[in-house]
């Protein structure tokens, strides 16, 4: 059984500028979740997606968005990129809304924001 | 107080001995607690969840939860070079997975 999925794995993008980044969850999963783990902050919940929607939002701007589509990946979108948004995004799904607490990652797409 | 809270190590023990990992969290309505394990440049693997008082066992690893105290812990038995890596421990809260920090465990050859 394939696991969870993150494209690209790096990627290098300038201050101001947007990136989107791309997860598949494992197949029978409908519950994405999204991570950033900066240098010395460990594991921050940005995004919980189910079944298309929103279900929980960590404290991020508004400039982190997503979305989940009907095959359950998801995109996170961020915007107008700063130099503290250089992290390791981790991309979770589980297996539903009602075991939520079981969560796969994936490996991971590394942001440097120059 | 920080949500969940690790002692971010290193913890160095050697190897064949018992590793042990502490966490204490601050929400008491918080219903389900999971170890993770990080390898350098890797993503998180579950390791553990808990959710009643007690030890729960699995192979080498032992995950003990006392509510009262709000304290969760992991014990490694009989350590190997390859449990070297940092130790994630995650509460939920309000529908989300808070992790702490990590704590850096290095076996000792």
């Known amino acids: 059984e394939a696991g969870v999925t993150q494209s690209p794995t790096h990627l290098i993008k300038t201050r101001g500028q947007q990136v989107t980044l791309r997860c598949s969850p494992i197949?029978?999963?409908?519950?994405v979740y999204w991570y950033q783990q900066a240098l010395g902050l460990g594991l921050q919940f940005l995004l919980w997606?189910?079944?298309?929607?929103?279900?929980n939002r960590g404290n991020f701007p508004p400039r982190f968005s997503g979305r989940q589509f009907p095959n359950y990946s998801s995109e996170l979108n961020v915007n107008a990129l700063e130099l503290e948004d250089s992290a390791l995004y981790l991309c979770?799904?589980?297996?539903?809304?009602?075991?939520?607490?079981?969560?796969?990652f994936g490996p991971g797409t590394r942001l440097l924001v120059l | 107080q920080k949500e969940v809270e690790q002692n971010s190590g290193p913890l160095s023990v050697p190897e064949g001995a018992i590793a042990s990992l502490n966490c204490t969290y601050s929400?008491?309505?918080?219903?389900?607690f999971f170890w993770y394990r990080q390898y350098s440049g890797k993503s998180p693997e579950l390791i553990m969840s808990?959710?009643?008082?007690g030890d729960k066992e699995d192979g080498r690893f032992t995950a003990q939860l006392n509510k009262a105290s709000q304290y969760v812990s992991l014990l490694i038995r009989d350590s190997q070079p390859s449990d070297s890596a940092t130790y994630l421990c995650?509460?939920?809260?309000?529908?989300?997975?808070?992790f702490g920090k990590g704590t850096r465990l290095h076996i000792l050859p």
């Open positions: 929400d008491r309505g918080s219903q389900s």
């Open positions: 808990i959710y009643s008082n």
């Open positions: 197949s029978g999963h409908t519950s």
């Open positions: 979770a799904s589980s297996l539903d809304l009602l075991v939520q607490e079981t969560q796969y």
């Open positions: 995650a509460v939920n809260r309000d529908d989300k997975i808070i």
């Open positions: 997606y189910d079944e298309g929607e929103e279900r």
